[in-house]
Each structure stands twice: as structure tokens, then as C-alpha cells.
């Protein structure tokens, strides 16, 4: 370990700024390996301070200080202190001051891709959370709120392209030394973290947008030459994001310029900072050939994402990072909205909520489990995760369900006007919905700061005799780390009671109260609702559109599962019971495997799924997700403990085999019916078609016959997007043989020279179901088009496997552990962002049978024991093996 003993910051201590930045002026003269940063500051105490401070203590990491100035006079070594850290200067005086701080710092050598780095030959930044510390000594944190002016400077051939926030407002050469210059301004006033700057030989793509008031916006999307055709839908995404942000929540764009750059080297997915947006190269780029379906909704779903920020986030910022979920949960809630009104709201509901099982309910049941709200960390980097993002997001749309779509836009519009500048806490919001709309949310902040999945079991009782319909719920949340006891939540539970017909009954309390909405709260431990003149026993649909991020039980026996994915009115619901009907058989059959027992026959489910499939009034890229049966982790953690990852994987084989011959004529047929003819468009109703027919082929593969898998061959041959080719090897991976070899030969000749095509073909190898798997990946590592310094190569080979792979990860004799585990210790070298996340793969360990638990807790020991860890995978590795 660098630091021995890593701290640990809470939330109870945070305390007001001792000064304040008001005006930020950088000279910036970039260079690959020494980097000149000039940085004259205007400072003043805080009037808020606690107390009157003796010193400014400022943030600064891996720079060189070259000289530093108090109201222009220079200062001597002695009259400041370093360390590491912090760049500490006393003896100021009482009033407002300048600084002026000249420093080095080298973009070529950052691979943690945190502050000014190189990413091919383009210098980027990345400033959240605290890489701002990186480029010049700050009060890098988001409560300290400045006005920017940043000059660059660079070799003219090198760097023809200088960016920076806001609008530009001088340019030129700088006589004939070859160097040339930009002056960029940002009018509002920002918090470190969304500085940005640019510099490269970049071509750029533009567009216009006119806002609600009739303003004329720029939109410019900054790529590597030749990559200016792939820019087209991202161009198309903003433009709607802009549009949408409008009509939805009031939103308007606020500078003349809105300015994408991607990149090819980049920790996450994207950056909001102001005007100027980074972005992960694989959420711009998209042609048909090139990017499949997923690509292309990704792409739209992230662009509004960080166009979303520019109010929730930028205009409104986070008083300090424990406020994250304020900007991200807001912001996805935000982006899930947009999708939905653009495309199927039952079908991005759905894909949501996967995305929360998958990623959330783990991480909230396992070691690394924490409150949307920490209250404390070790490494902020660490908090970026499905809880603050995902489970944020549920919070918000818990309290939209609560408050009513217009009820929530009068509390936006409240928030947006009341905090408008500020930096602002997950409290200021809650009071703006509370006072907007009249609500009591005291007892809803408890989902802010206690973590964990609530479990709650309902269950209805019929007495025919009154004609009454008894629901009782009983709601616990399991302790977490840290957090034993647990208190009630309040939770909004939207629900209908089916009649014989299948129609959703009028429902009124036994108090006479009528439920129009369908919306009951649940607030305490355990409680009872009395529905009144139900004439026959009802079927319950409960937990509609998942309106609360629960774990729900419920005594719904199979019969009535059948009858809700024949009925229920609620299409969410509807695809819920055949995902909860599909788990009860693959429960069995896991169990049956891990006894040496055949399972039984599934031929009651496949009948019922292919009851719900004939409706011709659902649409395509819904009946997709109802063919998508429950994934292996959904089914591990359905079990819960004890989890041998290969019955698991033989009881989902078994069951798709069992589909695949039940349903083969029906499924041939939408294979056919469900072609899309013509030109490529990535719009949802062509992409629910190619959905709905390439699940059909992948679910008539798993029949293994060999017509079957045949026609997965000829259909990547004829593939003529990269859609239809990826769904054809997301087949052929899992089949042995030279089909495979032949393909995925075929893939890598035509698309070694695209790096981001080229990640799939990793990643599809990785996912590979064979038993090789792990050794594959070894093998992988030593390929050319492979680097561990590449983030996207890192998750398209490691992500894919440790993440996707369950048998290849979890393969009995810990091949696929230590294999995950080497490499983590390898990327921490460097990247401690990348190789703390890449740990995370690890947190469900303790769910896995006795000796893949041994394994796995041998290999984190490993690490753990390691001398050299960077703070980030300190803190995941202790608290994973806690
Ligand atoms: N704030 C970015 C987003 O959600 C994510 C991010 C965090 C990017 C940290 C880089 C570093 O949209
Ligand atoms: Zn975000």
C-alpha cells in the first residue's frame, strides 16, 4: 500500500469551505510530457466557514510546482508546505487575495485516465470526481464554484483543435513559432469536476438546434478524421435530448455551443462537463455495419443522459460527493424517461429493472452493500455504482409515481428555480417535492440512507362469504454492512385485482376509500388491506411496473402465474409472471442436476409462453423479452446460496431445449415473419423486429439440432448489419466446432483495423459457455489487438467474462478467479479506477458452494496481501472479504 492506512470520510463531518474561487484563469501550454499550467486564482473566505482559517489547504496530485504567487509577489518554498497531497499556504490575508500557481504535469505518463491524459494522440481531460486536483492545485471540491477562463496553447500540427467549456472568444497563431491559441469563457459558475479541455487533430461534425426561445445552438461533435460518418445518430440523439429536455421538464440549453468530443481511452461511459461532453468513443460512433441495435439505443440513452446534466448537475451541483445520487439518480431517472417516451415504456421498464436485478440487488445484498446515500468512503471513485445510479433512479421514479407526472414537473421546476446555482443536498430536493406537491416524505428518506433490498411477502385471502378480498404485506430489509437494524420504508405499491374474466376489478378499502389509481402505501412493518364487493376470488397483480425496488413474495400459485401472463393489463406484470413461471422450473431443475435427477417436463410453461406469444397486439420488441428466459444470475439469486453455477447452467440449458421443441413451428415462424427488409434504421420499430427474430433463432439453437444451428451459420452470412452478425455468433460461441472457428475467423478478418468492432469479438469469446473458456481468455491477453491500458479492451475481455460468464468465471477449479485476479493486480499498477470496478465482480462470492467459495476467498486473499494497492481496490478488496 502507498498510504498505510487509507481514511475514511464521512458525510457527518462535512463543513463549509474555508474560502471561496470566484474566478478561475488558466493558461494552459499543452505538451505531451510537460504540460505547463498557469492558474490565477481569485480567492476570498468563506462567510459561511466554521471558523476563521490560518491557512489555505489546497488539492494537488502528481505535479510538479514550478512557482507559486500571493497578489503577484512570489513566494519562496518557505513560505508554503507540500506534501503528496495538498499544497498549504498561511499568512494570508483577511480579505480577498490572488494566487497564481505555475505547475507541470505530464499527460503522456497518466494511465489512470483521471486529470490531463493522452488517449491516442488527443490530450482529454477527466475531472470528476477529483481529477481537476491532477492538472493544477484547487479546492477541488463541488461546493467551491468558479467562473473559467481557460487559454490554451499547442503546437499548431499537433494540436489543431484547442476546446474548452463554455464559448470562444479569442483565437490566432502566435507569430510564426508554429503554436497557435484559443480563449475559451464559461459564463457559469462550475464546480471543478465539470472542467474540461480538448486539444488534437480532431474533424468535427455540426449541426443546429433552435431552443424554445428561439435561440440558434451550435452542436458539434469532435472525432478522429475518417470517423465523420459514424456521427450521424449521435448528431440525431442530441437534437431529440435537446427537444425532449424541453417539452418534459421546461429545460432549456443555456451557451451558444454544445460540443461532443470522443475518445478512444476513457474509464466510464461518458462526462457531462459544461458545453463540452467527453465521451467513451463507443457511445458516439455507430454505422450500420458497425454498431448493432444495442449500440445505437445506448448511444441515444447516454447522449440524453449527459445532455440531461446540464441542468441536474451542472445549473444544480452536488454540495459534496455524498450528494452523488442528487445529479445521477435524477439523470437516469431522466434518461430512462426519455427512452420511454421515444420508444416502448413497457419495454425500457423492462430492461431497467433487469438492469437493477442484475447489477443492484448483488451489490445491496452482498459485502459492498451501501446506501443510495453513503455516509461514508475511503475512495468516492468507488461509489459510481448501480446503487447511487440505479437504485437513485428508482427513488426518484417512486416518488414520481407518489407525487403524479405533474406533481413531480412542479417540484422540478421548484428545484431548477429555488437552487439554480447552487450546490445542493439530496435534502433540498425532497423539500421542493414536499412543498411543490404537499407531501410528507419523512419517512421515504430512510431509502437515502439505509441500504439494503427490502423483502416483503404479501399474501391474499378470499372469504367468499363477505366478498372481501384480505391483502396483507410484511416488509423486512436484511442488515448490511454496517447498518444491523432496519427501519419500515415507506413504499408505493401499485397493484390490481384480476377478475374471473381477466379484467382488472374496481377496488375500494373496506373504509369506503376508492383506489383509482391503483396505488396503495405500505409504511409499516407489516400491514393489512381489506378490498370490499370482490365477487369471486381475485388473481393479485402486484408490484406494478415494479413500482418499488423490492424483493416481493407472494403465494401466486403457477396456475395464477398463467392466467397473469395470459391477462394482466400491466405489460410489465405480464412479462414478470412468465420470468417468475420460468424461475420455478429452473429452481427445480437446478436442483434435480445437482441430484443426478432428470427434471420434469416444462411443457406446462412452454405451453403458457406460447399462449402469451400469439397476442398480435403486443409489439415486437416485447414479445422479444418475454422469449428471454430468466439469465443465470437471475436464477442464482432466486436460490440464493449454496449456488453451483453449473447445475444452474444445465437447469437453463434444459429448459430453452425444452422451448425450443415445444414452440419449434411457432418459432420458425416469427424467425420468418419478423425479417426486416430494406435499408437499416436504428428507430424501435425495426430494432423490436430484429429483437423478436433473433431471439426466435437463438431460442430454436438451443433445440440442438443441427438444421438449427445451421441456420444460425447462414443467418451470419447473410447478416447484412452488425446486429444480425453478433446475434448470430452470440450463438455459434457455445457451439464447438469449426462453424464457430469459421465465423469468428471471417468476423476478425473483416474488423481488425476498427478497434471498437473489434472489442466485440473479444467479448463474444469470453462469454463463451465452453469449458475452455478461461483458458481462451489467458490466450486472449497475449493477442496484439489486446491492452491492459485500454479500458474498453479491459471490459470487452475481463468485464464480459467475469460478469457474463458464470461458468467460465466460477469453473470449479478457480482457473477463472485467479485468472480476474492477476489482472486486477496488473491494472492496479496504473489504473486503480478500472481495477477496483473489475473487483466488483467478485461480491457475490459468498453465495457460491463451498469450494468455488474457497477458491474465490483465496484469490482475494491474495490480493489482499499484496503490498501495493492503490486506495481504491484497498477499499474493495477488505471490504469484500469483510
Ligand atoms: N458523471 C458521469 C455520468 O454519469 C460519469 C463519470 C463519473 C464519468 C466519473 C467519469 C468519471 O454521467
Ligand atoms: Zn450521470
Redesign the pocket.
Known amino acids: 500500500m502507498d498510504d498505510p492506512s487509507p481514511q475514511t470520510i464521512y458525510l457527518k463531518d462535512y463543513t463549509p469551505s474555508d474560502y471561496l474561487i470566484d474566478t478561475v484563469s488558466l493558461d494552459v501550454n499543452l505538451h505531451p510530457t510537460a504540460t505547463r499550467v498557469r492558474s490565477r486564482l481569485t480567492v476570498r473566505p468563506n462567510p459561511d466557514a466554521v471558523a476563521r482559517p490560518s491557512a489555505i489547504v489546497l488539492d494537488g496530485e502528481a505535479l510538479e510546482l514550478d512557482e507559486v504567487r500571493l497578489d503577484a509577489k512570489k513566494l519562496s518554498p518557505s513560505d508554503y508546505t507540500r506534501t503528496d497531497n495538498n499544497l498549504t499556504i498561511p499568512n494570508l490575508p483577511d480579505g480577498p487575495f490572488e494566487l497564481e500557481i505555475t505547475t507541470f504535469c505530464n499527460p503522456e505518463a497518466n494511465k489512470a485516465l483521471s486529470g490531463l491524459y493522452r488517449s491516442r494522440d488527443i490530450f482529454c481531460t477527466?475531472c470528476?470526481?477529483q481529477g481537476f486536483r491532477r492538472i493544477t492545485y484547487f479546492l477541488d471540491r463541488p461546493d467551491v464554484l468558479a467562473r473559467y477562463t481557460t487559454r490554451l496553447q499547442a503546437d499548431k500540427e499537433m494540436a489543431p483543435v484547442l476546446l474548452s467549456n463554455g464559448n470562444l472568444v479569442g483565437s490566432g497563431k502566435n507569430g510564426n513559432s508554429g503554436t497557435h491559441f484559443a480563449i475559451w469563457e464559461d459564463p457559469h459558475p462550475k464546480p471543478s469536476y465539470l472542467f474540461a479541455m480538448v486539444g488534437g487533430a480532431l474533424v468535427c461534425v455540426s449541426g443546429k438546434f433552435t431552443t424554445m426561445s428561439g435561440r440558434e445552438v451550435d452542436l458539434l461533435i469532435y472525432v478522429e478524421p475518417g470517423e465523420e460518418d459514424r456521427c450521424a445518430w449521435a448528431m440525431e440523439s442530441l437534437k431529440r435530448s435537446m427537444k425532449w429536455d424541453e417539452e418534459r421538464f421546461g429545460r432549456e440549453y443555456d451557451l451558444d455551443v454544445f460540443m461532443i468530443v470522443a475518445v478512444s481511452d476513457f474509464?466510464?461511459?461518458?462526462?457531462?462537463n459544461k458545453g463540452l461532453n467527453v465521451f467513451n468513443d463507443k457511445l458516439i460512433l455507430a454505422r450500420p455495419e458497425t454498431a448493432t441495435d444495442a449500440d445505437y439505443a445506448a448511444i441515444e440513452a447516454v447522449i440524453g443522459?449527459?445532455y440531461f446534466?446540464n441542468w441536474t448537475g451542472n445549473r444544480v451541483t452536488c454540495r459534496d460527493w455524498f450528494q452523488l445520487c442528487l445529479k445521477?439518480g435524477l439523470?437516469v431517472f431522466r434518461d430512462q424517461e426519455f427512452t420511454s417516451d421515444l420508444r416502448s415504456r413497457a419495454v425500457e421498464r423492462i430492461s431497467d429493472v433487469r438492469m437493477l436485478k442484475t447489477h443492484q440487488f448483488p451489490e445491496d445484498s452482498g459485502p459492498l452493500a451501501h446506501p443510495v446515500r453513503p455516509d461514508c468512503y475511503i475512495e468516492i471513485?468507488n461509489f459510481?455504482t448501480a446503487t447511487v445510479y440505479e437504485k437513485g433512479a428508482e427513488l426518484c421514479r417512486m416518488i414520481e409515481t407518489m407525487v403524479g407526472r405533474e406533481g413531480f414537473r412542479a417540484a422540478t421546476d421548484l428545484y431548477f428555480e429555488r437552487h439554480d446555482g447552487d450546490a445542493a443536498t439530496v435534502e433540498d430536493f425532497i423539500s421542493c417535492i414536499s412543498e411543490a406537491t404537499d407531501t410528507d416524505l419523512d419517512q421515504f428518506m430512510r431509502w437515502y440512507n439505509q441500504a439494503g433490498t427490502p423483502e416483503v411477502v404479501a399474501s391474499l385471502s378470499y372469504n367468499t362469504k363477505d366478498k372481501v378480498a384480505e391483502l396483507s404485506f410484511s416488509q423486512v430489509t436484511p442488515a448490511t454492512p454496517g447498518q444491523e437494524k432496519k427501519q419500515p420504508l415507506h413504499m408505493p405499491i401499485k397493484l390490481g385485482l384480476l377478475g374471473q374474466n381477466g379484467d382488472d376489478l374496481p377496488l375500494r378499502l373496506d373504509s369506503g376509500e376508492e383506489i383509482t389509481d391503483g396505488l396503495i402505501h405500505l409504511r409499516d412493518a407489516s400491514q393489512t388491506f381489506r378490498f370490499t364487493d370482490i365477487p369471486s376470488p381475485p388473481v393479485p397483480s402486484l408490484l406494478r411496473g415494479f413500482s418499488a425496488p423490492i424483493k416481493l413474495t407472494s403465494n401466486l400459485s403457477e396456475r395464477d402465474l398463467e392466467f397473469l401472463m395470459a391477462n394482466d393489463s400491466d405489460l410489465f406484470n405480464r412479462w414478470q409472471a412468465g420470468q417468475s413461471y420460468a424461475l420455478r422450473f429452473l429452481t427445480r431443475a437446478t436442483a434435480d442436476f445437482r441430484n443426478g435427477k432428470d427434471p420434469a417436463s416444462a411443457s406446462a410453461f412452454a405451453g403458457a409462453l406460447a399462449a402469451s406469444l400469439r397476442d398480435e397486439t403486443l409489439e415486437p420488441a416485447y414479445r422479444a423479452e418475454v422469449l428471454k428466459l430468466p439469465s443465470e444470475s437471475d436464477v442464482a439469486r432466486e436460490i440464493g446460496k449454496d449456488v453451483d453455477p453449473d447445475a444452474i447452467h444445465n437447469a437453463r440449458e434444459w429448459l430453452r431445449a425444452e422451448v425450443s421443441h415445444a414452440l419449434h413451428g411457432e418459432l420458425e415462424e416469427l424467425y420468418e415473419t419478423n425479417a426486416v427488409p430494406g435499408p437499416y434504421s436504428p428507430e424501435a420499430e425495426d430494432t423490436g423486429k430484429r429483437a423478436l427474430r433473433n431471439a426466435a433463432l437463438a431460442l430454436l439453437a438451443a433445440s440442438g439440432e443441427e438444421s438449427d444451428v445451421m441456420r444460425v451459420s447462414a443467418h451470419y452470412e447473410r447478416a447484412e448489419n452488425m446486429t444480425d452478425k453478433i446475434a448470430a455468433l452470440g450463438v455459434l460461441t457455445h457451439q464447438e466446432g469449426k462453424l464457430r472457428e469459421a465465423a469468428f475467423d471471417d468476423f476478425y478478418g473483416k474488423w481488425k483495423d476498427d478497434h471498437l468492432v473489434i472489442d466485440k469479438w473479444f467479448s463474444l469469446q469470453a462469454i463463451s459457455n465452453l469449458s475452455d473458456a478461461p483458458e481462451r481468455v489467458q490466450a486472449l491477453i497475449k493477442h496484439p489487438l489486446f491492452s491492459f491500458k485500454t479500458p474498453n479492451k479491459v471490459r470487452a475481455l475481463f468485464g464480459a467474462f467475469a460478469n457474463m460468464n458464470p461458468t467460465g468465471f466460477c469453473r470449479a477449479d478457480g482457473a477463472g478467479f485467479s485468472l480476474v485476479a492477476d489482472a486486477v493486480l496488473e491494472i492496479d499498477t496504473f489504473n486503480p479506477q478500472i481495477s477496483a470496478r473489475m473487483l466488483g465482480a467478485f461480491k457475490s462470492w459468498r453465495m457460491l458452494e463451498s469450494s468455488r467459495q474457497s477458491k474465490a476467498k483465496s484469490e482475494l486473499e491474495r490480493i489482499a496481501s499484496h503490498n501495493k494497492l492503490s486506495r481504491d481496490l484497498f477499499e474493495i478488496v477488505t471490504k469484500t472479504l469483510d
Open positions: 477527466q470528476e470526481a474509464n466510464m461511459g461518458a462526462m457531462e443522459h449527459e446534466h445521477e439523470t471513485n459510481y
